[in-house]
T-cell receptor, first 112, second 115 residues
Framework: RKEVEQDPGPFNVPEGATVAFNCTYS??????FFWYRQDCRKEPKLLMS???SGNEDGRFTAQLNRASQYISLLIRDSKLSDSATYLC?????????????FGSGTRLQVQP | GAVVSQHPSRVICKSGTSVKIECRSL??????MFWYRQFPKQSLMLMAT?????????EQGVEKDKFLINHASLTLSTLTVTSAHPEDSSFYIC???????????FGQGTRLTVV
């Protein structure tokens, strides 16, 4: 079983739609959580951290459910520029390992 | 935010040759850097953790004699792909965490094509 699992998509949505991505993680030692965005043939860039209380940044809302070990990302009023691959990322402090563990990514295509 | 610079961005080499990729943290000191590899339509897979002044820690299945990592200073880590073969063609990305470990910054990536 992968440590971080995501639906690969693609999610094809019209402009203005609301779309939600889910991600599950298997290691209960996971301590911090992030959503990264990766454009085609580019490096990943941090979209937002995910906090236990949930957090919002403009059109983006992230939620964390530790009991069920899943993370979500909600995008409201989708823009064409939101088209990208969204990576669910987990920091597992198992034995002091500081590297981030990435999900395989969910591809979003926003259509005019 | 912090900047990580990776060079070269693209390289084509002949099978059997070696390729060196550099990763620099430009405005912070990175005692630890991470090297990832990404095949088309797949996620980033951690190859190794590069520790300044000591040996790198390799992930299971990654050949340490093939992927040589050197982290000689707090701002520079290098990855050398030795005796490259076509199956080594991939997107290689380095990363460094900031001092608070709150965010990982990525280099621009190196697209390696072995012909």
């Amino acid at each position: 079983r992968k440590e971080v699992e995501q639906d690969p998509g693609p999610f094809n949505v019209p402009e203005g739609a609301t779309v939600a991505f889910n991600c599950t993680y298997s290691n209960s030692a996971s301590q911090s959580f992030f959503w990264y965005r990766q454009d085609c043939r580019k490096e990943p860039k941090l979209l937002m951290s995910v906090y236990s209380s949930g957090n919002e940044d403009g059109r983006f809302t992230a939620q964390l459910n530790r009991a069920s070990q899943y993370i979500s990302l909600l995008i409201r009023d989708s823009k064409l520029s939101d088209s990208a691959t969204y990576l669910c990322v987990v920091n597992i402090w198992d034995t002091g390992r500081r590297a981030l563990t990435f999900g395989s990514g969910t591809r979003l295509q926003v259509q005019p | 935010g912090a900047v990580v610079s990776q060079h070269p961005s693209r390289v084509i080499c002949k099978s059997g040759t070696s390729v060196k990729i550099e990763c620099r943290s430009l405005d912070f000191q990175a005692t630890t850097m991470f090297w990832y590899r990404q095949f088309p339509k797949q996620s980033l897979m951690l190859m190794a953790t590069s520790n300044e002044g000591s040996k790198a820690t390799y992930e299971q299945g990654v050949e340490k004699d093939k992927f040589l990592i050197n982290h000689a200073s707090l701002t520079l880590s290098t990855l050398t792909v030795t005796s490259a073969h076509p199956e080594d063609s991939s997107f290689y990305i380095c990363s460094a965490r900031d001092l608070r470990d709150t965010e990982a910054f990525f280099g621009q990536g190196t697209r390696l094509t072995v012909v």
